[in-house]
């Protein structure tokens, strides 16, 4: 088993979040019935991910010098994430997500990236010493597309496995970006949008997921939300059930999947268990509130396991 650091580089936002029985369509105000504030950004969710399930995290982002970059500093020391290349930005604000959970759990989520978009090259190329020593990488798309580039280049080059949560898609990703990923873990709609294709039922999914892997990624994991997940390798697929339980908000899922999985892979655990813990680990998640605050322990995941006599 590995114990080699895991890097996560991307964004750390505070998530203003509004409880309301609907999602309101354009024109409309609607009266909702709760707020809370709770630390997120889907850098810093898969980050503190790692670091509660029991992984030596370093986490790359950037704050801006104000309170909420404050608390989410504090927030990630509280949970054990490494914060050596944290940096902060003089100009602009910390990035700060709205967002509105319906009754059912489901969001509708809008971010003002702030001091993210200032995560630049030098701040990773700073952090060489510990992508020396780190086994994986684990970055998404909620920072500038150059630094995301260049730290997968850097990454590939010093023999990182590369994981790739491209969310959020904001246009086409290019090709040459895919190709540096190992793993890629886009939902069901962000592989539409990065294949271009309209994916009606799971048939499409996995064509889709087939021509991500001619691009020379390993293996394709697509999240489908209450359904689960659906692994694409180039021999066979891997289909894993979501668990059963009732949704409250379901924020930042994708995000302890992504961190869960990235942790029990470089750990040296087979794919298949690994998704299968990943799984176990996003939906105990959506019972909570909160992206951060979700998260469950290494504790509290082994208790579930146990208490509901669950195979992994
Ligand atoms: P988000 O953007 O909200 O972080 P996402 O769209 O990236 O999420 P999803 O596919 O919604 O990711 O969820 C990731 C994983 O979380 C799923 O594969 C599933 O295992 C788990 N999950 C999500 N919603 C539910 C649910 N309602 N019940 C059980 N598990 C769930
Ligand atoms: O994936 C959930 C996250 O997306 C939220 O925490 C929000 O900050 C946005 O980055």
């Known amino acids: 088993m590995s114990n080699r650091p895991i890097l996560v580089i991307g964004s750390i936002n505070m998530d203003l979040v509004i409880k309301s029985s609907f999602i309101p369509k354009p024109g409309e105000t609607v009266i909702g019935e709760s707020f809370y504030r709770a630390c997120g950004g889907k850098g810093a969710n898969q980050a503190v991910t790692i670091s509660k399930l029991g992984g030596n995290c370093y986490f790359i982002g950037k704050i801006g010098s104000d309170s909420f970059g404050a608390e989410l500093r504090e927030n990630l020391i509280k949970n054990g994430v490494i914060i050596d290349y944290l940096t902060e930005d003089d100009l602009e604000p910390s990035g700060i997500a709205f967002i509105i959970v ?6 509708s989520i809008v971010v003002a990236p702030g001091a993210n978009m200032k995560l630049k090259r030098e701040d990773v190329e ?4 510990i992508i020396l020593q780190a086994g994986t990488l ?3 798309l909620e920072i ?3 630094t995301v580039e260049f730290s997968l280049s850097l990454a590939k080059k010093y023999n990182l496995m590369t994981i790739l949560n491209p969310a ?3 246009q086409r990703i290019d090709k040459e970006i895919i190709s540096l990923a190992d793993i890629i873990t886009p939902n069901r709609s962000e592989l539409e949008k990065i294949t271009e294709t309209e ?6 999914i996995i064509k889709a997921g087939k021509k991500i892997l001619e691009y020379g990624v390993k293996w394709v994991i697509v999240t489908l939300g209450s359904r689960g997940v659906i692994g694409i390798g180039k ?4 289909f894993i059930p979501a668990i059963e339980v009732s949704p409250i908000d379901t924020t930042g899922a994708g995000d302890v999947f992504n961190g869960a999985l990235t942790l029990r ?3 040296g655990e087979s794919l298949e268990k690994a998704m299968r813990f990943a799984v176990i680990c996003a939906g105990i998640s959506v019972t909570r509130k909160g992206a951060q605050s979700s998260i469950p322990t290494l504790e509290e995941v082994n208790n579930f396991i146990e208490k509901e006599g669950i195979e992994v």
């Open 102 to 107: 319906d009754k059912k759990g489901e969001n």
């Open 126 to 129: 700073r952090a060489l010493p």
């Open 138 to 140: 684990l970055i998404q």
């Open 144 to 146: 500038p597309i150059e």
């Open 168 to 170: 959020p898609v904001r």
């Open 199 to 204: 994916l009606k039922d799971d048939g499409d």
């Open 235 to 238: 021999d066979r697929e891997i």
């Open 265 to 267: 892979i470089s750990q």
